[in-house]
């Protein structure tokens, strides 16, 4: 049995991000004093809100690749009636189960696997922002991948890929489920979560080697193991993803969230399927691998922090002008209206 405050101070990829990016903020700030402008970020994505670093629309930039390459998703306005919503779900032959998820949002706030009718009428009634959403994509790989090219370049490049193994646990044929999750450190931090989700028997026991999945989602803060898959780099992905990339305008930085069929049309290019496109936000989230150390993951969150200072300051030597204050404040408000 695990102790979740313990593995929450032992274990750093757990720590809260204000205190992971302390020294990142002390970079920002010196590059905002080089840059004259506390918004330089934003003129890294012109095309994304903000950059992608907060409050930028899912929606936009899935709509600018190719069908083929995202699952079918659709935009939900604050202005529609369940009424329609249902008759979206007829019209677009939506099948069950099905993702839905804030169009303006980050760290998997508010994404939920809905299973039925009933779970989408429940999410649209509480939901008081606008939404997505999209074909549940159930393939068994899924990676995020980092890609950054420099404005005066015409090819950019793979630099980190991240591993997704969703949570789960494995029987042995003696536990029940709950001592299971609570002998794993990371399935015992979402625990409380789960029972008041109320949709696991806690009770039943597991027989050998039968997996269970907790969390079909396959973000960090819901369980999900993040592993280095930096050894995937090779020039078939990397090109693959240069040709997705030059799809969305003036995309200089930012991660595919993506999966695959398996590791080999993976690594192939092959099959992919293109969940969300995130900016200036997106981690090279390798470093969340377990074996990192905290030295080495500190000093990538500088090294990509200066690569986007160095992408802004050729984006704005070219015309493009970062946001003002008064635009920052607006789009910050609304952003915060979705997290709460």
């Known amino acids: 049995m695990h102790n979740n405050i313990y593995t929450k101070l032992t274990r750093w990829e757990f720590w809260p991000t204000w205190l992971l990016y302390f020294p990142v903020l002390i970079q920002y700030l010196y590059h905002s004093i080089r840059s004259q402008s506390f918004f330089y970020y934003s003129a890294v994505n012109p095309e994304i809100?903000?950059?992608?670093?907060?409050?930028?629309?899912?929606?936009?930039?899935?709509?600018?690749?190719?069908?083929?390459?995202?699952?079918?998703?659709?935009?939900?306005?604050?202005?529609?009636?369940?009424?329609?919503?249902?008759?979206?779900?007829?019209?677009?032959?939506?099948?069950?189960?099905?993702?839905?998820?804030?169009?303006?949002?980050?760290?998997?706030?508010?994404?939920?696997?809905?299973?039925?009718?009933?779970?989408?009428?429940?999410y649209f009634k509480k939901a008081k922002y606008e939404f997505i959403l999209q074909e549940y994509i159930n393939f068994t790989f899924e990676?995020?991948?980092?890609?950054?090219r420099m404005p005066n370049e015409q090819t950019g490049k793979i630099t980190s890929i991240v591993i997704k193994e969703l949570l789960h646990v494995k029987g042995d044929g003696k536990k029940n489920i709950e001592t299971l999750m609570k002998d794993n450190y990371r399935a015992s931090l979402v625990i409380e979560k789960q029972k008041h989700l109320g949709t696991i028997n806690f009770?039943?026991?597991?027989?050998?080697?039968?997996?269970?999945?907790?969390?079909?989602?396959?973000?960090?803060?819901?369980?999900?193991?993040?592993?280095?898959?930096?050894?995937?780099?090779?020039?078939?992905?990397?090109?693959t993803i240069n040709e997705i990339s030059r799809q969305l305008p003036s995309f200089y930085y930012g991660r595919f969230d993506l999966r695959a069929p398996n590791i080999e049309d993976f690594v192939n290019g092959k099959n992919l399927k293109i969940m969300e496109v995130n900016g200036v936000n997106a981690e090279p989230a390798h470093i969340y691998d377990p074996s990192t150390k905290l030295v080495d993951g500190l000093k990538t969150l500088l090294v990509y922090w200066k690569v986007i200072f160095k992408?802004?300051?050729?984006?704005?030597?070219?015309?493009?002008?970062?946001?003002?204050?008064?635009?920052?404040?607006?789009?910050?408000?609304?952003?915060k209206a979705v997290k709460t």
Do not use: C
Request: charged letters at 25%; a positive charge; aromatic letters at 10%.
């Open 311 to 335: 992408i802004s300051q050729i984006n704005i030597k070219a015309g493009i002008k970062p946001m003002r204050f008064r635009e920052a404040k607006s789009h910050y408000r609304n952003w």
């Open 49 to 122: 809100e903000a950059g992608g670093l907060f409050g930028a629309s899912k929606i936009k930039q899935l709509a600018f690749l190719h069908k083929a390459l995202i699952p079918n998703s659709t935009f939900i306005g604050n202005n529609i009636s369940l009424e329609e919503l249902l008759t979206i779900i007829e019209k677009y032959n939506y099948q069950y189960p099905i993702i839905a998820k804030p169009d303006k949002a980050e760290r998997g706030i508010g994404i939920e696997l809905i299973k039925n009718e009933g779970q989408l009428i429940e």
């Open 203 to 239: 009770k039943r026991i597991l027989v050998a080697d039968e997996v269970l999945l907790l969390e079909p989602i396959g973000n960090h803060n819901r369980g999900t193991m993040f592993i280095n898959g930096n050894h995937y780099i090779n020039p078939i992905l990397e090109k």
């Open 143 to 148: 990676a995020g991948v980092f890609f950054y």
